[in-house]
């Protein structure tokens, strides 16, 4: 049987129908449920959590960091709850997932944010004394993405969701391209569901101001979470796209945020495999959304990106891409960057 949630709802006022959810005996049977929040919206999320779950245990999660989430998940232990539920953006939720994992009892996840494919992913990113880090955990029990709350994040991190879930096509090319030249093993239904969720999103012609743009974005999200379940890895939303992106993070901390990292390396990706439909395809739908497409657009000179691009393979030792398998020098790397810069420049 495919792993599945219980249940995957996007709508307005979901945290408030929590009730409802944990009263399934499949998630908790003695109702000692725990709820933990992010720092950003903690009041706000505590005060509708108030009236719909009356005397739940609300933790604070301050931040995304490893410490973190190992103190949430020594409550949970503490606590003997049955169960968690994790509240908020990206952080909040990766930090929730790897606590109930160490305090092994389901998770509930409730985004109120899109900002990348974290929401039902079996990977937890969080940030340690080194940089940043990912960790396996089991996928959530069941999820709920609250509208009401999304129309609130910041539109630049919702927006970057869409860069995450459209760097699918270039991961998918990657899978193939490790399959066919070292015979890799590839799972056709991870990489199904991880197309759809790009194809779903990549030629509409709305955006994040309406209901039914953030409810696509949502599905898509969650179903790219969904195949790296099936996959058992990350390979068919990650690929050269996000070996970029992890060296820039390394690099150049705090230049952008995930989604709009991996929207870039999906595009130079395609440039390199001289792709040119779905060069252009992956640019429009960038621009369309007003999200960067060159390095210059948040900040990175061509050095810079030259170099994070040489760098990017060694940030998933194993895995093959188009980086590794063109194995460009650092002088071939900058003229590609160039000539990208002038391909796809305004």
Known sequence: MLPAPLTMEVRRGAIAELGSLLADSRVA???RVAVAVGAGQGDRISAVIASTLGEAQVFRVPDGSVDAAVALGADLRKGAYEAVVGIGGGKTIDATKYAASLAGIPMVAVATN????????????????????????????AIMVDLDFVHDAPPALVRAGIGDVVSNLSAIEDWQLGNAERGE?????????????????????????SDAFLTVLAEALILSGMSMVIAGSSRPSSGGDHEILHAVDQ????????????????????????????????????????????????G????QFTAAVELAPSTRPGRYTILEHLRLSEPEIRDRVEDYVRAVGR
């Open 29 to 31: 049977t003695s109702g």
């Open 114 to 141: 899109l900002s990348h494919d974290g929401i039902c992913s079996p990977v937890a990113s969080l940030t340690h004394e080194s940089g940043k880090g990912t960790f396996g955990v089991p996928m959530p029990l």
């Open 185 to 209: 093993p590839i799972d056709g239904l991870a990489c199904s569901m991880a197309r759809t969720a790009a194809e779903a999103l990549i030629g509409r012609g709305d955006s994040i101001e």
């Open 251 to 298: 690099l150049y901390p705090g230049t952008s945020n995930h989604g709009e990292l991996a929207g870039i390396g999906a595009a130079f990706c395609f440039f390199l495999r001289r792709d040119t439909a779905r060069l252009t395809q992956v640019v429009d739908c960038l621009r369309g959304h007003g999200l960067p497409v060159t390095p210059g657009d948040v």
């Open 300 to 303: 990175l000179s061509t050095e």
